[in-house]
């Protein structure tokens, strides 16, 4: 067994317990999407990738696991120093944890990011964003709210809030946060594609079409 097929057992067990919006399917899908990036990129390390991308929301706060996961799941691989801290870096770079992002400074990091943001994009982006609301208890839309209402990021998520909003805050600012060329266009499309969804919601709610 290869350390990226070991690890990738390894999670399936943590995520099996993640509702559908953070569930294995996404790592499958986080996993496709960077492979294909990283056929465009000839410098990364498909490796650290690939072990990044299995790893990534193993500890996310959201869903209460132990926070040692990560490191857990990292020391039972057979893996260099190096690597480790390769993997570790990776994923610090790819999650929001803290309140704050770090910058991606590694092709490798730029990669898995664009990966896990492209799969919140697009049709997929669209489910996700409706299995994680219908999780949380949040309306489909609420023309009252905004964002800038609430103290911070962690309060307005905190608030369950409506999944259209959730599409005006944050899904529809992330093709501007694509670092790859091949991220870059993957985005393009799926924006384009949720834009569409939102005008055909509206206009539906006016029965208009
Ligand atoms: P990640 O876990 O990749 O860092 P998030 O946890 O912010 O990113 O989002 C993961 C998925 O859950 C995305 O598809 C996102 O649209 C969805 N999601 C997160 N917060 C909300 C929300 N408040 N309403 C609807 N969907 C959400
Ligand atoms: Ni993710």
Request: glycine fraction near 4%.
């Amino acid at each position: 067994m290869t350390t990226t097929e070991q690890c990738s057992k390894l999670v399936k067990e943590v995520y099996a317990s993640f509702d559908a919006s953070h569930d294995f399917e996404h790592i499958q899908r986080v996993l496709a999407t960077a492979r294909a990036i990283a056929e465009t990129e000839p410098t990364a390390n498909e490796k650290i990738i690939e072990l990044a991308v299995l790893l990534h929301d193993v500890s996310d706060a959201k869903y209460a696991t132990s926070k040692d996961i990560e490191a857990t799941i990292l020391a039972q691989l057979l893996l260099s120093d190096d690597e480790q801290q390769q993997v570790k870096e990776t994923i610090a770079a790819v999650s929001y944890r803290g309140g704050y992002e770090l910058e991606a400074t590694t092709i490798e990091m730029k990669i898995v990011r664009d990966a896990d943001r492209l799969d919140a994009l697009g049709a997929i982006g669209i489910a996700r964003a409706f299995i994680f609301g219908g999780a949380h208890g949040s309306l489909i839309y609420n023309d009252d709210e905004e964002m800038h209402t609430y103290e911070s990021e962690e309060a307005y998520r905190a608030k369950d809030s409506a999944v259209v909003t959730h599409f005006h805050e944050k899904l529809l600012k992330l093709k501007d946060l694509m670092t790859t060329a091949y991220g870059k266009k993957l985005a393009s499309q799926r924006h384009k594609f949720m834009v569409q969804f939102l005008q055909q919601l509206s206009a539906e709610r006016e029965g208009k079409i």
